[in-house]
């Protein structure tokens, strides 16, 4: 914090942003994790991966985790979503306590997991199909979402056909359409490039905008969490705990443009540190290069 | 500038793991079937490659032989010029008057058969038909025609010593018939045709255009009365193939996909059967026959059991292979036990179930040929067996090909429906789809999408 | 001792079992007969029978079983079918190791189907001293070798037996593995065509007797339609009488033949190394006598030399194979 000087601290909230958290808060509690603890058995003995985890999530708050590789968010999100079982503590939604997969959760994977049998539209009425419905009124409803992700041409084509961005608006269109309370999103844009994930980020939060959903979205990326959230989730590794419930300060609607605005990289700065704490001496240390050639001496 | 790109674009033809251009493609293809082809005709039909034997055009008994030669059969040629003096020195004793003991029937029956030792050739030239072989009318009337000069042998030509054999053995049955109106077959002895024939090869490599026409010959044949003809028995190997195979798969993709599915089903079937798979299923023959008694019911058992044990560990392993968090998103989307197997593991595995299937009835088919020799034996292997066990190959070969093409086609037009069953395979969709896939598509009503553009994620919503 | 009980029990599971068999009786009596017969020209024989409708004619219905010679006797065996046509020799093998059996009918003798080949060069017994023999172990070529050698004055020991399936024996002669082979027809033809210059030293036909065939029938099946196989016996002499006439000989050549899908000329031989016995001269050698012109002698024969050569150790009870009443009530 030390070496950013004219930076604001990231706790400092503009009215504006603080009236919205106000607000958040006054909404009703969907989820709510209480003293969640995960432990796996291996032959080594037992390893606890998550320890100690309380949250609250409100009614359509966008929420982040992040954290150093091997924290434990995957597991966590999975645990939510009831792919995983729990070795203690709760999980409630809205009060009642999670046990197993369902409708209610949905979930969108990073491998996009579409039924690739299925043409796009199929896919998209699968979650209706299973819980019984069928007929014109669920086709046309599942065309309604995926017009929301803007994939009408494709309604006919098979996943195989698609490009990965596609791929993962239709998940998206999939798990919408079952009308869940809450969406569990793990690492969705992580196997994209840089500029389809900076499409997807904007696509996410136009959907977000027309859609009553609370979402859960695990990223190792920084300036996706920022971009994205309302609070994010900061865990630490070993046993995974919660470092830190950060609001971030940068007010809605968000823009490409607030990457650089102070208060985006006051809270990146933080969690960089949060997730990459500086050891003294570190930043000296050198890679052992050997020298190869003079060519070039000029250029540095 | 334009002379480098075009010689960039020829890759060559040994380009490590780059396809070569489909029309090189094509003419690999073709020539993977010509080279051997055209092996197969040089070594046949050029003399002074191999040609080890003789193949007998006219041949001749001896007298204290048990075993004959006849026409057809084949000859070591070093050993030809014996067997060919061997039958002059019994001529020759003939001449001199010391012929053999025989007398009564078995003198007689020695000459019909010098007389119809004629008959290949006479066949060859059309003068009298297969079934004349036994007409002694017809036999005759090919003597006399020799004899005088009417009928003129041509490839093979009659050498000049057998038309002298001919000319007097015909003058002798004159003489004979002269004071016997009933025209009887004399009991002296009449003169042997001297043995005759023309190089080939041995007799387990005949001729293309011989496997050709046998093969079509047989397949035509009116069969002996009762037993099956060739089309007949071919229906009837696909029969105990299919039936085999198909029992297999009605039994062994249930228990495959639910052992693949639950690991209480895999601890429960799999070890049993990965230990019966190493059992050979030939083993069981005997076994078989003696539950399932004689006909096709242990012939079909030995299919399944050769097909059934590979087909469960198969299945379940290819059940397994199914992404694991397509069944998370199922589930996340709110499916249950039974539509887990239903609308997302039944229709995930299925082009994989289908390869599998396709490999394991090649299987089947290897095992045809053991079952057929179990028991009564039946179908395409006993002609396969009795054929070559009486060393005519040149009806081995067509019956061999005949099973290999039709492995082959079905195989071919199995893959080749693939597309067409399962048009959302990445394989099926980067092919260009065919007038069939497409009226099929039409037919069914399958909405075909029409890709007008390359999608891309640029793509406005 | 004398417990009522038990003896009750007795008496009901005796009555159970008589009802049992009766029933399995009455049932089998609307079944045809099942015979096995297999690729030796003495059997393809009933051919003609079948061929010519004299089984219906006679009355009695018959599912003749066509199948390689050893896999006729395992069906029969393992009780697939009713009756099995085989040599006197394997009868009796059949018979110690697996099931008895009672023959009924005596179709031939060999008469030279069953031969000694030897290679180019060797043209006698004698010149084998020292030699290697291929054939079958335990089987009738292992008996006519021996007899053979007994013939030429020699020992077991002049020579060394390779032990080789018949069905292999000419590839086994033309490796030049052995110096000769024993096999029967069409393996010694076969091995004659395949090694150019071998000749036969030694056939069946040297000593006629030595291997019967005959018809062999399960005594249970015997017991329960002797009517059923006195009908089989004289549509066999029905087709004894048939060949007899010279007239019919190229007629009846052309039915064998295609039964084994060959061609009547090169079947002819193998006919011919057969001794189809007429009714008369089946009779002569139905009479008990030592020696081998009489079934029973040579029966004892082969007794011996199995047990001689291990097939099995008990010596069989010749009469029990053997019973020439059913030929003998059809003597017109």
């Known amino acids: 914090m030390s070496d950013h000087l004219d930076l604001p601290d990231y706790r400092e909230q503009s009215p504006e942003v603080a009236a919205r958290f106000a607000s958040i808060r006054q909404r009703p509690v969907k989820l709510e994790v209480c003293g969640l603890e995960k432990r796996f058995h291996s032959p080594e003995g037992e390893r606890v991966v998550l320890q100690d985890i309380s949250f609250k999530a409100h009614r359509r708050e966008f929420i982040s985790i992040i954290g150093p590789s091997g924290c434990g968010k995957s597991t966590l999100i999975r645990i939510l979503a009831g792919l995983e079982t729990i070795s203690g503590g709760d999980v409630l939604l809205e009060g009642n306590a999670v046990k197993g997969p369902s409708r209610e959760r949905g979930m969108v994977f990073q491998g996009y997991t579409l039924f690739p049998w299925l043409t796009v539209k199929k896919n998209v009425m699968f979650g209706l199909e299973v819980s019984g419905r069928s007929g014109p009124a669920v086709e046309s409803e599942a065309m309604d979402w995926i017009n929301l992700v803007g994939l009408a041409r494709y309604a006919n084509a098979y996943p195989s056909e698609l490009s990965g961005g596609m791929k993962q608006r239709v998940a998206i269109a999939r798990s919408l359409a079952n009308q869940p309370q809450i969406l569990f999103m793990d690492e969705p844009f992580g196997a994209l490039d840089a500029q389809t994930r900076a499409q997807m980020q904007a696509y996410l939060l136009q959907i977000w905008k027309n859609v009553d959903v609370t979402i859960l979205f695990v990223t190792h990326d920084l300036d996706e969490a920022i971009y994205l959230s309302d609070r994010i989730l900061v865990l630490k590794a070993n046993p995974g705990e919660i470092q830190e419930f950060i609001e971030v300060p940068v007010p809605r609607p968000r823009d490409p443009e607030q990457f650089i605005s102070p208060t985006f990289l006051a809270t990146k700065n933080r969690l960089e540190h949060l997730i990459h704490p500086r050891q003294p001496g570190q930043e000296q240390a050198r890679l052992p290069i050997t020298k190869m050639t003079a060519a070039g001496d000029e250029v540095e | 500038m334009k002379r480098a790109s075009r010689s960039s674009d020829t890759v060559s033809w040994f380009a490590i793991r780059k396809p070569l251009p489909g029309e090189r493609r094509l003419l690999l293809t073709v020539l993977s079937f010509v080279l051997p082809l055209a092996l197969w005709c040089l070594v046949s039909y050029v003399p002074f490659i191999w040609h080890p034997d003789i193949k007998l055009t006219v041949a001749a008994d001896r007298e204290g032989v048990t075993t004959v030669y006849t026409a057809g059969d084949h000859v070591a040629r070093s050993y030809f010029d014996e067997y060919a003096n061997a039958v002059r020195r019994e001529n020759e004793a003939v001449q001199a008057g010391e012929g053999t003991t025989r007398s009564g029937f078995s003198a007689r029956r020695n000459n019909v058969k010098i007389l119809r030792a004629v008959a290949p050739l006479a066949i060859e030239q059309g003068w009298i038909s297969e079934n004349q072989v036994t007409d002694n009318a017809a036999i005759f009337d090919v003597w006399e025609g020799l004899a005088t000069g009417r009928l003129v042998s041509e490839k093979p030509e009659l050498t000049p010593e057998n038309l002298a054999i001919v000319q007097e053995d015909w003058q002798t049955l004159q003489a004979h018939w002269a004071e016997d109106p009933e025209h009887e077959m004399p009991s002296d002895p009449l003169l042997k045709l001297i043995p005759q024939g023309r190089l080939s090869n041995p007799v387990y490599l005949p001729e293309p255009h011989a496997v050709l026409l046998t093969g079509w010959k047989d397949w035509n044949a009116e069969p002996a009365e009762g037993r099956p003809s060739l089309p007949e028995r071919y229906r009837h190997s696909l029969y105990i193939v299919f039936s085999g195979f198909f029992l297999a798969a009605l039994a062994g993709v249930p228990i495959g996909i639910l052992s693949g599915t639950y690991d209480f089903f895999s601890k429960l079937f799999e070890p049993f059967i990965d230990f019966f798979r190493y059992m050979p299923a030939p083993a069981f023959s005997t076994l078989l026959v003696a539950i399932f008694l004689a006909h096709d019911a242990p012939k079909i058992a030995l299919v399944f059991v050769g097909t059934f044990f590979q087909l469960v560990l198969v299945v379940a392993n290819t059940t397994r292979q199914l992404d694991y968090s397509l069944l998370e998103a199922a589930q996340t989307l709110g499916a249950k036990r039974l539509d887990l197997l239903r609308r997302v593991i039944l229709p995930g595995i299925t082009p994989s179930l289908y390869n599998d299937l396709r490999i394991l009835l090649g299987w089947a088919w290897t095992w045809l040929v053991i079952a057929e020799l179990i028991g009564v034996k039946s179908g395409l292997t006993e002609v396969i067996e009795t054929q070559g066990r009486w060393r005519n190959f040149e009806s081995v070969f067509p019956v061999i090909i005949l099973i290999g093409l039709t492995g082959f086609f079905t195989d071919q037009l199995l893959a080749n429906l693939r597309p067409l069953l399962f048009p959302w395979t990445p394989e099926a969709i980067g092919q260009k789809q065919g007038p069939l896939v497409r009226f099929y598509r039409w037919v069914t009503d399958q909405q075909v999408y029409v890709r007008d553009d390359k999608p891309t994620t640029s793509d406005p919503a | ?332």
């Not at chain 3, 009766?22 to 029978?49: F, H, N, R, T």
């Not at chain 3, 395992?74 to 006197?88: F, K, P, R």
């Not at chain 3, 004698?126 to 004055?153: N, P, S, Y």
């Open chain 3, 1 to 332: 001792m004398n417990n009522p009980i038990a003896s009750w029990f007795r008496r009901a599971g005796l009555a159970a079992l008589t009802l049992m068999v009766g029933a399995v009786a009455s049932l089998s009596a609307k079944e045809p007969l099942k015979i096995a017969y297999s690729d030796w020209p003495g059997w393809v024989a009933w051919e003609i029978g079948i061929k010519k409708g004299w089984f219906e004619e006679e009355g009695v219905d018959v599912d003749f079983l066509w199948f390689d010679y050893v896999a006729s006797m395992d069906a029969y065996v393992a009780g697939n079918v009713d009756a099995v046509c085989m040599t006197n020799g394997d009868a009796l093998v059949t018979g110690a190791t697996g099931k008895p059996s009672v023959g009924i009918i005596l179709n031939d003798f060999s008469n030279g189907n069953d031969m000694v080949v030897a290679a180019p060069g060797i043209d006698s017994i004698q010149d084998l001293k020292g030699k290697k023999v291929g054939l079958e172990e335990g089987f009738v070529e292992h008996l006519m070798f021996l007899t053979a050698l007994k013939k030429a004055g020699m020992n077991p020991s002049d020579v060394t037996i390779v032990n080789t399936p018949t069905n292999e024996t000419p590839q086994v002669l033309a490796s030049g593995a052995v110096d000769a082979i024993a096999a029967w027809q069409p393996n010694s033809g076969q091995a004659l065509k395949t090694v150019a210059g071998s000749q036969p030293i030694f056939t069946s036909a040297d000593a006629p007797g030595i291997i019967y065939d005959l018809l062999y029938v399960s005594p249970e099946s015997l017991e329960s339609r002797r009517d059923d196989w006195m009908k089989v016996t004289k549509v066999w002499y029905r087709i004894v009488d048939y060949l007899q006439d010279e007239s019919n000989f190229d007629e009846a050549l052309a039915i064998l033949a295609s039964r084994v899908s060959v061609d009547p000329a090169e079947y002819e031989p193998f006919f011919q190394g057969t001794y189809i016995l007429s009714y008369d001269e089946a009779m002569e050698r139905w009479q008990d006598a030592s020696g081998l012109d009489s079934v029973y002698g040579s029966s004892r024969a082969v007794d011996a030399f199995n047990r001689s050569v291990g097939v099995y150790s008990e010596r069989q009870d010749i009469q029990k194979y053997l019973d020439p009443s059913l030929t003998e009530a059809l003597d017109q």
